[in-house]
C-alpha cells in the first residue's frame, strides 16, 4: 500500500503562485509514476502532470504548460507541482495519484492507470 497526502492548497490571486506538495508513504516508489488530476465544481476530473520515479520523465496537459512544473524529491518521497501564473480557471481540487509502472507504454493520462489516490487539497484563484 501507498499513502499519499498532499498539503499547499489555498486562496491565491490570479497571476500568483502556489506549490503543492504529495507526501508518500508506505512503499518505495521506484517503480512508480505520480500524477496531479484536478476536478473543478460539477466538472470531471482532469489531467495535469505527471513523472516517473525513476528518471523523472515528465509530461504535462496543454492547458497548464509554461505555468506549472512537476518535480520529485527522491530522498524526501514527495512530489511538487510548482503553479505559477494562476488563473481563476485553476481553481479546483487538486489530487495526487500513483501508478505501478508494469512495463509497456506510459500512458499518465489516463485515470484508471492510477493505483492509489490522495484527498486531495483545495486552490482557489480569485480575480
Known amino acids: 500500500q501507498v499513502q499519499l497526502v498532499e498539503s499547499g492548497g489555498g486562496l491565491v490571486q490570479a497571476g500568483g503562485s502556489l506549490r503543492l506538495s504529495c507526501a508518500a508513504s508506505?512503499?518505495?516508489?521506484?517503480?512508480?509514476?505520480m500524477a496531479w488530476f484536478r476536478q473543478a465544481p460539477g466538472k470531471e476530473r482532469d489531467f495535469v502532470g505527471a513523472i516517473t520515479w525513476r528518471g523523472g520523465f515528465t509530461h504535462s496537459a496543454d492547458s497548464v504548460k509554461g505555468r506549472f512544473t512537476i518535480s520529485r524529491d527522491n530522498a524526501q518521497n514527495t512530489m511538487y507541482l510548482q503553479m505559477n501564473s494562476l488563473k481563476p480557471e485553476d481553481t479546483a481540487v487538486y489530487y495526487c495519484a500513483a501508478e505501478v509502472l508494469r512495463g509497456g507504454r506510459w500512458e499518465p493520462e489516463l485515470e484508471n492507470k492510477y493505483d492509489y489516490w490522495g484527498q486531495g487539497t483545495q486552490v482557489t484563484v480569485s480575480s
Open positions: 508506505g512503499r518505495t516508489l521506484s517503480t512508480y509514476a
